[in-house]
């Protein structure tokens, strides 16, 4: 069995951030990364994505992210260019395809089991994200709707819903984007929990970030405005509401074979649903641990699992570390944690 001090799951944002601290180090890790290719998550965003921030400040550590060669932020595309070119430039130890099944307790450490073998680590840090476990409410009669669903997990681009009745569900970033580009092409309406609510136009991904650690250190998380969750105007956001295709209705109470059944009863056909609704920290593996509680996280305590203190989590969102799920989150929470694994480790 190949062992090391610190096993990374997961070749991310989040894996290749804590990879360059440790490198820097001079650490024995080593990174698991289930995908083909780097690029993490990224690598499954729609066409159109694009960052909330200038490339600046959008970086991992030790290198700044290229300005683009196109006007605006940078897109899914440069982003994966970035990461790509960021592992090798540090020749961080990454292992891929290597999907993490299972992770067991040993004597001295965790065995973290594959579908190739299994790797010993003294620690291990699981850093999946949240890509692999998208979330749909269970909404009565989804599963007797014979239209088209899709989460945006999935969403490739408006081609395909041309012409068609769409819903798009969530009033979260995810949802106005694709609202903003599938609305031109379809009959499309966007379902919200609430009204969304939109940052000034100026606030950028930047300004946002940085509102939330704030909020987070005061330990204030109702205020002040400006959470992670409000909705950037990127530019073709801001287009799309100045055409007024960004007008929400709440939700709808049920489905039903051809649609919708609102509140007031009403009935409305739909051929497809684009379910913006989030996702779910991907703790599969952890389950063999008996430490991932009903709401689907892992008790934590500065990163590490409060239940198996071999076990640390990152990039899963504010409770791993303030904005840990995003770029620049990524990059702060990497150097804390780096720190606390070598320090622990002696």
Same mark, same amino acid.
């Given at each position: 069995?190949?062992?090391?001090? %610190? ?18 180090a001079k650490a024995d890790f080593l990174i698991l990364d289930a995908g083909e290719a780097a690029g993490g998550a990224w690598r499954h965003g729609w066409d159109s994505l694009r960052l909330f921030s200038p490339a600046g400040y959008s970086s991992l550590p030790g290198w700044l992210m290229p300005p683009p ?10 982003? %994966? ?21 299972? %992770? ?18 003294? !620690? ?104 992670? =969750? ?11 509401? !100045? ?6 209705v709440r939700p709808f109470e049920r489905m039903t074979g051809t649609g919708v059944v609102w509140p007031d009863q009403t009935q409305t056909q739909v051929d497809a649903v684009i379910w913006c609704t989030g996702f779910r920290p991907a703790l599969d593996h952890l389950r063999g641990l008996g430490l991932v509680?009903?709401? =689907? ?50």
């Amino acid at each position: 069995m190949e062992k090391h001090d %610190i096993i990374i799951v997961g070749g991310g944002q989040m894996g290749l951030a804590l990879g360059y601290y440790l490198k820097r180090a001079k650490a024995d890790f080593l990174i698991l990364d289930a995908g083909e290719a780097a690029g993490g998550a990224w690598r499954h965003g729609w066409d159109s994505l694009r960052l909330f921030s200038p490339a600046g400040y959008s970086s991992l550590p030790g290198w700044l992210m290229p300005p683009p060669a196109h006007e605006g932020y940078p897109t899914r595309d440069d982003v %994966i260019d970035y990461l790509e070119r960021y592992e090798a430039r540090f020749d961080l130890p990454i292992r891929r395809p290597l999907e993490v099944t299972a %992770i067991a307790r040993a004597d001295h450490g965790l065995v973290v089991q594959t579908g190739a073998g299994c790797f010993a680590g003294r !620690a291990v840090v699981s850093a999946t994200g949240t890509w692999s476990h998208p979330y749909v409410p269970d909404i009565p009669g989804r599963d007797l709707f014979r239209g088209r669903q899709i989460h945006s997990a999935h969403y490739v681009g408006p081609d395909s819903f041309a012409g068609q009745s769409v819903l798009v569900v969530g009033g979260g970033n995810s949802g106005a984007q694709i609202m903003a580009e599938v609305a031109p092409r379809a009959r499309a309406r966007w379902v919200t929990l609430r009204e969304p609510l939109f940052l000034p136009d100026e606030v950028d991904g930047h300004v946002l970030f940085e509102r939330a650690v704030a909020r987070l250190k005061a330990a204030r998380p109702d205020g002040p405005v400006g959470g992670i =969750g409000d909705i950037v105007v990127v530019p073709p956001v801001k287009e799309a509401r !100045a055409r007024g295709d960004l007008v929400s209705v709440r939700p709808f109470e049920r489905m039903t074979g051809t649609g919708v059944v609102w509140p007031d009863q009403t009935q409305t056909q739909v051929d497809a649903v684009i379910w913006c609704t989030g996702f779910r920290p991907a703790l599969d593996h952890l389950r063999g641990l008996g430490l991932v509680e009903e709401d =689907g996280r892992v008790r934590v305590e500065d990163q590490r699992a409060l239940g198996e203190p071999r076990l640390w989590l990152a990039g899963y969102g504010d409770w791993t570390g303030a904005g840990s799920a995003t770029l620049m989150g990524a990059a702060r929470t990497a150097r804390d944690l780096a720190a606390r694994l070598v320090r622990d480790l002696g």
